[in-house]
């Protein structure tokens, strides 16, 4: 049996050119991330200047020599927690309520008779 080479992935493009996406990503490797997270496309942590400070292998291994999911031993309502400092209530100023102001009558208006249209569909329902 005889191996085959690993296939190329290309893409059509919208406008129908053949896009090799590895050659892409090789000729990139070195340009700066868009971002605030201060890598290159590779992954590589940059420093001051453009200089890689991190390559991407020592990030990524000590990404996994930090212990993930280990139990607590001691639940969280167990622990102790640091007594709360309570500011004194201020104390109360008393005050007289504001004045209401006075609510009249106001007369209803007169009833005026209806007229035309209204007149003859008023007994009807």
């Known amino acids: 049996m005889v191996a085959r080479a690993p296939r190329k992935r290309m ?3 919208m406008q129908g050119r053949m896009i090799d996406i590895e050659q892409l990503r090789a000729a990139n490797e070195e340009t ?3 971002g ?7 992954g590589d942590v ?7 400070a991190t390559p991407k292998a020592d990030v990524i291994a000590k990404y996994y020599e930090q ?5 607590d031993d001691t639940p969280t309502r167990m622990k102790p927690t640091p007594a709360r400092k309570v500011a004194p209530a201020p104390k109360a100023v008393e ?3 504001a004045p209401q102001p006075r609510v009249t009558r106001q007369a209803k208006p007169k009833a ?5 249209i209204d007149a003859a569909l008023d007994g009807i329902e």
């Open 95 to 97: 005050t007289k309520p």
């Open 11 to 13: 893409y059509r493009s």
């Open 46 to 52: 940059i420093g001051a200047g453009g200089q890689v």
């Open 36 to 42: 605030n997270m201060n890598v290159n496309a590779r």
């Open 32 to 34: 700066i991330a868009v």
């Open 112 to 116: 005026t008779p209806k007229k035309g």
């Open 67 to 71: 212990p993930k999911g280990r139990a």
